[in-house]
C-alpha cells in the first residue's frame, strides 16, 4: 500500500519564488488526501504532475491566509473541468461562509457535490474513516482555533503465502477468513495453522500534520509514536521570543516534540521568508533529533 | 513621463503553468495602477521584480475569481510586510464583504487603511482623477456585473526650450506662466512669443481595460481613440458560439472593436487554456485589425 508525503509549499505566511506557503498532499493507497491550501497550490499540484481531480478530501488547519486562500481556486478549478465527484472538506465553521459567499458572488453552483465538515479543535475527535484509514484531528495551540490532523493506516489482512495458494486449491471464501487470521481446514479435514499460511502485512504507517502551533506538549498523547511527524518550524531558536510571541516554533521546539513523542521522522517547515539558506534550520534541529528532514516544495518523503 | 503597462496574467479563468489568470499593471509616472488580481498575483509581481508595495490603487472588474482570487493574499502580505500607506480598492460592492469576512476570520487589523471605493457598472464613471491622470469605468457585458477602465493621461505642461533657458535670465515664477501657456515680458519690456518659447509636450497617452466581455459597441464611446487598447480574446473566431454562450469574445471580435474605436494598438488575452499556441490567435486578429499584440505573462508594453 503506497503511503506518501508530497510537500506543495513550505513557506510560512509571505508566499516567495522558490517557497509557496502550506499545502501538503498524503498518498495512502492511491487516495489523495490535501492538508491546507495556500494560494498557488493548485500551480503546484500542476507542477509536480499530480492528478488533482482525485483529491476527494481536504482538511483546512485554520483559517490564517497561508494555509487556505488557494482553496476557492481549487473548487473554482475542479468545478471549471467538470468535476462530478463529491469533494470532502474539513474545517473551522466560517471557512464555509468564506466559500459560500464567494460562489453567490460569482453566481457559480458547483457541478459536483461539495460537503463540508466542521472541525472543533476542543479535543481529540474522529473526523474521518474509511476501510484504510482512519483521521483525527486535535487541537493545536495558536492565534486563531488551528487544528492538527493525525492520518492512521488501518492494520492490513494478513497475506496468504504465494506457495501455499499454489499448493493447496482453497476455495475462495476460505481465503478471505485466513486473510482475517482464521486457520484453513481442507476437505480431508487437515487443518492448517494461519500461521503456517501467512506473512505478517507490513505495518500500519502514520502521519501527523502540525500546521502552525507554539510549543506545547499538550499534543504528545495524540502523535506518539508517529511514522512521520510534520511539525512547523518558523524560527531557528535564537528567534525563540519571536516564535513566542506569534505562537509558533523553533527548529528546537518541533525537534523537541519529535523526541517526546517517539516520532520515527520529523519533517520541519513553515520557515520563516528571512531564512533564505535553509540548512542552519536542520543542523540545529538535528542536534536534538537527527532524523529530521526538510520539507522543500516539490519533495516526496515514502515511507 | 512613462506610462508602461506590465502583463501579470493572461490566461482565462484556468490558471496554467506559464499562464496566471488576469492581471494587469499600469505605470504612469512612476505611479503603480493594478487590474485587477488573479490568484498568484503576488508572486508573479515578484517574479517581474516589481516593488509592489507602491502600488496605491487596485482596480477589480469583476467578481469572477480568475480576477480577484488573489487580492487578499496581496493584501495581507502588504500587511506582514508593514505597509503603512494608504490603500484605494476599486471594485463591486461585495468584494468588502469577502475581504472584511476574511480578515475578520483571521482576526487581522490591516496596518495600513483600506480606502474602499464601490464601482457600479450602469454608466460611464469617473472613479479616480490625480494631477496626473483619470481613471473612468464603463460597463461591459458579461454573466456578472463587470466594468472596464480607462486611463487617460493629463495633458502635460508645454517644455521651455534648453537654449531660451540659458540664455534669457527668466524669473522662477514666470517660469510656471511660460510652462503653462503664457507670453514672457522681460525686464526691457521685449515680449517673447510662447511658440517661440517653448516646445509641445508629449501627447497624452490612453489606456483601456476590457477585462471579460461579450462583442458590445456599447463600449466604443468610451474607448474611442484609446492609444493602447487591451479587450479579451478568450476563443479563436470558430468558437464564437462558445464565445456567446459565455459572454466572452473572439479575435476577430476583439479586433473588430479596436478598428471601430479607432484605438492605436490592441492587446488581446484572457486566452482559454485549450490554445498552447497562440500564433494562431494573433494571426487571426491582425486580418482584421494589423496592430495587434498578445498579453504574455511577463511582457511590458511601453507607450
Do not use: W
Not at 100 to 116: A, E, G, H, N, R
Not at 141 to 161: A, D, N, W, Y
Not at 242 to 266: F, G, R
Amino acid at each position: 500500500m503506497t503511503f506518501s508525503l508530497t510537500i506543495l509549499g513550505s513557506s510560512s505566511a509571505i508566499p516567495i519564488l522558490n517557497r509557496n506557503p502550506s499545502a501538503h498532499l498524503l498518498t495512502v493507497n492511491e487516495r489523495l488526501f490535501l492538508l491546507d491550501c495556500a494560494e498557488g497550490t493548485q500551480l503546484q499540484l500542476r507542477k509536480f504532475h499530480i492528478h488533482f481531480q482525485r483529491i476527494n478530501r481536504i482538511f483546512v488547519s485554520h483559517l490564517h491566509g497561508d494555509h487556505y486562500f488557494g482553496l476557492i481556486g481549487l473548487l473554482n478549478t475542479f468545478h471549471l473541468l467538470g468535476r462530478k465527484e463529491e469533494l470532502h472538506l474539513y474545517g473551522p465553521p466560517m471557512l464555509k461562509e468564506i466559500i459560500d459567499l464567494q460562489l453567490l458572488t460569482s453566481m457559480t453552483v458547483l457541478k459536483y457535490p461539495l460537503l463540508f465538515h466542521i472541525t472543533s479543535n476542543d479535543k481529540y475527535n474522529l473526523v474521518h474513516e474509511d476501510e484504510h484509514v482512519t483521521v483525527h484531528s486535535f487541537p493545536l495551540l495558536h492565534s486563531v482555533p488551528t487544528c492538527g490532523f493525525i492520518f492512521r493506516e488501518k492494520k492490513q489482512e494478513r497475506k496468504i503465502r504465494k506457495d501455499i495458494l499454489e499448493k493447496l486449491n482453497i476455495p475462495f471464501e476460505e481465503i478471505r477468513k485466513i486473510k482475517k487470521g482464521d486457520d484453513y481446514t481442507d476437505e480431508h479435514g487437515r487443518v492448517f495453522r494461519n500461521e503456517k499460511l501467512t506473512i505478517d502485512p507490513p505495518s500500519p504507517q502514520s502521519y501527523s500534520y502540525c500546521s502552525d502551533t507554539a510549543y506545547t506538549e499538550s499534543i504528545i498523547p495524540f502523535i506518539s509514536g508517529c511514522d512521520l511527524l510534520y511539525h512547523e518550524a518558523t524560527f531557528m531558536q535564537e528567534m525563540v521570543g519571536n516564535a513566542h510571541d506569534k505562537l509558533h516554533s523553533t527548529t528546537v521546539e518541533a525537534a523537541t516534540i519529535a523526541l517526546k513523542a517517539k516520532a520515527k521522522k520529523l519533517i520541519i517547515g513553515h520557515f520563516s521568508a528571512r531564512y533564505e539558506d535553509l540548512q542552519p534550520l536542520l543542523t540545529e534541529a538535528r542536534t536534538i533529533f537527527p532524523e529530521t528532514y526538510l520539507a522543500e516544495d516539490g519533495i516526496v518523503f515514502k515511507i
